[in-house]
């Protein structure tokens, strides 16, 4: 008994034959069906190149097209044809002329020999399997599809339309569940010719002839109603990506190839002389006996397939511009904003470093430059800190900061004096940690030695930028992990907040904070607010601050600045 | 997109193509080889003005990815370039007096020999400081990329420039023909680069780099454009607008995914910053041959003269396209 292959071809005849030469030099009869679109030259050029071959036969030609129907003609006839004149054939195995077996062709034989009864053909019903091309999983039965998908796109998806618009649904012939998988079989004899003699074939075919794509569903359907034994699962590895076409296989895919044990594998790049000469010059010679394991390339074309439809999160490129929304991932990484802190605690950011482990930025969108950690001039990814070049595009800037420091939290200053700040950006971005002390911008004004009147000018303007980024910050649409609380509230009890925000970073283990930002002295600030209401602007995004008399006639004795806790 | 835009491109486009072909007057051919042309051959199209230095390793560079043919504009070089390139048995050479500027920066001559030459066939367009990475290039030639692509129904490529620099001055280390040039130049900045879609031809408009950072530090919008489709399956009907950075019909500027995903896209080393810089940007200067009166020539020598060094402590050196993909500066799409 021996295995019978029927291989379909229409590119790389010279590949073709050598593989055909390798199955007959195990004693496995070939039948090879060429597509009828190959010119006659060739065509008869190739039969004459395997005319020495006794095992080597040619089947009636017919037009194949990817999703239509000639692909199951073809491979009707080349079963016909193999049963018909080679009576020792056992299974016969439906192969492409881009299929190359990986494994001894003696280890296919013998393992079929293990198993005379099976049908290895993957088959599953529509339901149950996520493979759908073009939208069409349960409809590809159920519609009709006269016209080409690969070269009438336009016609396809209106036909499909209207069928669907007027609700169109052809019967199914009785006694038929549509199955799908894998059009690379490998049927029993007993199988495969009931198939093929079944005295309602001329309604079948005739259903399949306009089933879409039936080549993955015509064999499968019917085997389930002869076969006695079905392995779910095909022989051949062949990987599809996610628009439905095949993998191919290049010279560096060797050592990954020879390490999944699987008996053929397509597609092989024609051009791929190192795996030809590889697994057809010098098979292995060890016979292993090892189950198929294609996990690991599944792994990788599975990845490859994520990375094609879903992308890296947080990157912009040249051929990754996710429209607004399907960033899928706004940044790369979690990173947290601090608006106010640094302006009512002294030495906030060395603290921040020192607390939270991470790389702790001043105001990155100041108006005179981005104030990069540590003064640098220029940071990763060679990114500068000219804020011509950061105001062109913030949102590329920060997003490349981001993604530049993957693997290192960012955090950073903000401030109402910020403009350039692509504050929506930071709101929408789920990655964002923002926390606001609202008001605080007042401190520096309140230390800071200025005629009033221009004081009370930048109050008036800083409130008003403030208030407008609170008001983003608290849209509806705001996706960031936002914390706001006015000034008053905040130094009421510091450390509460303070720890909440380093713990949801979650950099360093879960501890208490040892150690206090120390917070700027704010004798005097109520009344420097109450000064600033008498000359009518009305400071409100600190909170209640009660006026302390600290006034010019009665001089507290000035108090240290005070530690929190 | 409406009909009317649809329409103007269209008009446009042909404009191109009439230009083109009224330019061809402007070449004469040197060696022409052409005969040779095999129908499914992978063809490299450049212009190029006082190149010889740089030609060796070039040719050989693209002849080991596979590019089975040259075909190449000399635009009246005066240092044995064209001599070198007639002798080359894979070249056909053309020459031409007439203006760089005038023939829009050459694209009007290289539009008319792919029209000519290029139609059905992979065609790819560098100048010969350009180096074309993509994915899987050190152990798969180009034509398994170009077979890739045609059964992905792909039919143009994404590369985007990057520029390669020495650390410490430009002048520092010369430059021997044959050399691999990325042997000086191997420094390039990884993650600043700024993006924006161009409604009207569809493509991105990528800007950043080492010449944006160090040249236009306080005009970035007038740095360079960096995005380039170097890699089309072409046809006579297409036409290159701008350099290699957009073309039309616009659909194949639609070389980056707007759904999340990545296509898979390439890059080219751009070995600009060498020894040899400082003169052709003299040079350029009083040609003032080159795009928006050479604003980028002007801005580079007065930079130039004063701190020549663009490396800094940043900068990341060049390993291989694994690096560049890791970075994000590229991607392997789905091909794996």
Known sequence: MTVGI??????????????????????????????????????????????????????????????????????????????????????????????????????????????????????????????????????????????????????????????????????????????????????????????????????????????????????????????????????????????????????????????????????????????????????????????????????????????????????????????????????????????????????????????????????????????????????????????????????????????????????????????????????????????????????????????????????????????????????????????????????????????????EMGHLALRRLSEAPRMNDLTGFGQFLQNLKNQGMHPYLMGDFAVDHAGVNNPDKPRKPYLVQ | MGFWTSYRLRIQRRRWLVRALRKRRELRAVSDRSNKIKSDDLLLFSTLRNEHVRLPYFLNYYREQGINHFLIVDNDSNDGSLEYLAEQPDVSVWHSKHSYKKSRFGVDWLNWLQFRYGHDHWCLVVDPDEFLIYPFCDTRPLRALTDWLDASSIKSFSAMLLDMYPKGRLDEQPYRAGQNPMEIASWFDAGNYTMEKNAKFGNLWIQGGPRSRVFFPHEPEKAPALNKIPLVKWNRRYAYVSSTHMVLPRGLNQVYDEWGGEKASGILLHAKFLDTFSIKAAEELQRKQHYAASIEYLAYAQSLSENPELWCKWSEKYINWRQLEILGLMSKGNWA
């Not at chain 1, 470093?353 to 981005?370: N, Y």
């Not at chain 1, 002390?437 to 004081?455: C, E, H, R, T, Y």
């Open chain 1, 6 to 503: 029927v291989m379909l071809v229409h590119t790389a005849l010279d590949r073709a034959e050598q593989v055909a030469r390798h199955w007959t030099m195990a004693g496995c009869p070939v039948v090879i069906h060429v597509d009828a679109a190959v010119s006659a030259k060739r065509y008869s050029k190739f039969v004459k190149s395997l005319k020495d071959n006794a095992l080597v036969e040619f089947c009636t030609r017919h037009k194949c097209e990817w999703g239509a129907w000639g692909l199951v003609a073809a491979a009707q006839s080349g079963s016909e044809q193999i049963l018909a004149n080679f009576p020792a054939v056992r299974h016969v195995y439906l192969s492409s002329g881009s299929c190359l077996p990986l494994r001894p062709v003696q280890e296919l034989i013998d393992y079929l020999e293990a198993r005379p009864r099976t049908d290895f053909i993957e088959s599953a019903t529509t339901s149950e399997v996520p493979w759908t091309v073009g939208g069409l999983s349960e409809e590809r039965f159920t519609l009709r599809f006269p016209f080409s998908w690969k070269r009438n796109r336009y016609l396809f998806d209106r036909y499909v339309e209207l069928q669907r618009l007027v609700r169109f649904k052809r019967k199914i012939p009785k006694g038929l569940v549509p199955h799908m998988g894998s059009q690379w079989w490998c049927l029993t004899r007993q199988t495969l010719s009931a198939i093929l003699e079944d005295p309602d074939r001329p309604d079948f075919d005739a259903y399949f002839k306009k089933v879409w794509i039936p080549d993955e569903s015509y064999f499968q359907t019917l085997a389930r109603l002869y076969s006695t034994k079905i392995e779910s699962r095909s022989l051949t590895l062949s990987k599809f990506d996610f628009q439905g076409k095949p993998h191919i296989f290049y010279n560096d895919h060797l050592q990954l190839l020879r390490r999944s044990d699987c008996f053929v594998a397509r597609k092989i790049w024609p051009r791929a002389g190192k795996l030809y000469n590889a697994f057809l010059k010098s098979p292995e010679g060890a016979i292993k006996m090892a189950e198929p394991n294609p996990a690991k390339i599944d792994r990788i074309f599975a990845k490859a397939v994520e990375r094609r439809t879903r992308g890296r999160p947080g990157l912009f490129m040249q051929s990754r511009f996710p429209n607004d929304g399907w960033e899928n991932g706004m940044t790369c990484g979690r990173y947290s904003v601090f608006q106010g802190f640094s302006d009512l605690f002294e030495d906030f950011e060395p603290w921040l470093a020192k607390a939270s482990g991470t790389q702790v930025h001043g105001h990155l969108f100041a108006p005179h430059r981005a104030e990069f950690s540590g003064g640098q001039r220029v940071i990763n990814g060679a990114l500068s800190d000219s804020p011509e070049i950061r105001d062109y595009n913030p949102i590329a800037f920060l997003a490349s900061m981001i993604w530049n420091t993957r693997g290192e939290r960012q955090c950073f200053q903000l401030g109402p004096n910020d403009e350039a700040a692509p504050i929506w950006f930071l709101a929408k971005d789920p990655n964002a940690q923002i926390s606001v002390i609202s008001g605080a911008w007042a401190v520096p004004l309140f230390k800071s030695n200025q005629n009033f009147a221009d004081l009370r000018r930048e109050a008036a303007r800083l409130q008003n930028l403030e208030s407008e980024q609170l008001k983003v910050l608290r849209s509806p649409y705001c996706k960031a992990r936002v914390r706001i609380w006015t000034m008053a509230e905040f130094i009421e009890a510091p450390m509460e907040p303070l720890q909440s925000i380093i713990d």
